[in-house]
């Protein structure tokens, strides 16, 4: 039996899920029909994504899937999807003055939609161009990424349960898959349950609101376009000034969502269970709802005492405590977890404010969860390994193993961390210099800071950054390399890195 890879069968099995994608399309085709837009741009694209998907799942071979099989099949299908899913965009954009006609735009507008990053080219005249059916395409996107397209494709193929472990394993974020079912496929459709379940119930909450006259402009449209974008932590938005389009309402229901978003969802399992305790005694669960509160903590502190520019959304004055508490938990919500959401432009508030931010996108969420980032559970990790590091240099013949929650962390599990983190932070620096260069070349003003902020908003899917990268801003004004580059950062970061660099490794390939 040969040792190489077998590529036709991940290309084969990629045609599948592209394939799949076309009825996915069907959304959005509704609502151009209720519309009257784009109508032929959707049938197009349903048949064009048909077509390439029957042709790629010819390559079949009848094999099964092996642990690199499974990480090239990943690898793929998610480029293939951000491909894909640039279609419309293209079709919709073709004659138009929209910025997404031109396809590095368009493949930048559907892999920050598909990695759930919400960076976008896209400004707030251009959003205007675009019809009802594309802007719900771009939050659909979003939401199909958010709990993992592979994840979705075990829970509702045979085919791909059989080696359901290895692909979840290769997909989900974090150190490692928990099981929560005898049957890995069980498990997958127990994540999609709790993840549309939760979509479903803030868009009858934001519908709520609205019919009780505490939110008019969101309506139907507005609310799941919104339960799209939240439950991945995505943070794209029909409105061009996001969340800050709606009342204060909206704001407050929408921030335990994303608290949600970035809990572990296996959590939920438990409290389905009646294990109340195992939720409440959750390590990672301690440390990230504490994150969240101690940095909004801190951040409202500042925003309350002046230290900010004023706050005027909603026509409430900096120094309001309800208005700076609930900007202060808004944004450091979304940020930690990679939403990207905004209720106000943090990209004008002062240097201390902002780093405030800049430290909770580096936290990340939980693991198991939608959320980007290098992860609570990772940090806890380190953190740890620092102090026993610390001990065993006290103490030389100490045996100290790493332990979270009362267990012991195994070792391989500990090394692995080390070398994620410490790539994580190899590729944000490498990348923040080559965007920096590359403005340079073309006359872009970009601050080192503003590099920076691309750079960990792109890798950490996280959306917005600072300067003119900002909440309410836009990535369009970057040259074609950058952009290129932060397509790449954004795919190899939803997937967190590693199984995509492996493949670049000789020894992925040869026997």
Known sequence: MSLRVDWR???AFTGTVIKYLAVAMLVPLAVSIVYGEDIVTFLASIIITVTVGLVLERLD???QLGPREALLLVALSWGAVAIIGAIPYLIAGYGTESTLRHPINAL???TSGFTTTGATVLGEISLDRHSHAILM???LSQWLGGMGIIVLMVAILPEAAVNGAQLIDSEAPGPELQKLTPKIAETARLLWLFY?????????LLLALHYAGLAPNMNVYNAVA???STLPTGGFSPQSESIAAFSPAVQWVIVPFILVAGTNFALFFFLLRDEFGAVLEDRE??????????LALMLWGLLFTGSAPPLDIGGVTQGAIENSLRQATFQVASLLNSTGYATSNFAKWDDTSKAVLLLAMFIGGSAGSTGGGIKIVRWLVVFKGI????FTTAHPSAVKPVRLGGQVIDEDVVQAIYGFTMLYFLVFGFATVLLALDAGRVGLELTVFEAASASIATVGNIGPGFGFLGPFGSYLEFPATSKLLMIFLMWIGRLEIIPVFVIFTGAFWNE
């Open 9 to 11: 069968q991940s290309v």
């Open 61 to 63: 071979d009848d094999t």
């Open 108 to 110: 930048f507008e559907s």
């Open 137 to 139: 395409w771009r939050q």
């Open 196 to 204: 549309l379940g939760f979509t479903v119930l803030l868009v009858v």
């Open 226 to 228: 919104h339960g799209f």
């Open 285 to 294: 669960f301690q440390v990230y709802l504490g994150a969240n509160a101690g």
């Open 387 to 390: 102090r026993r590091q610390l």
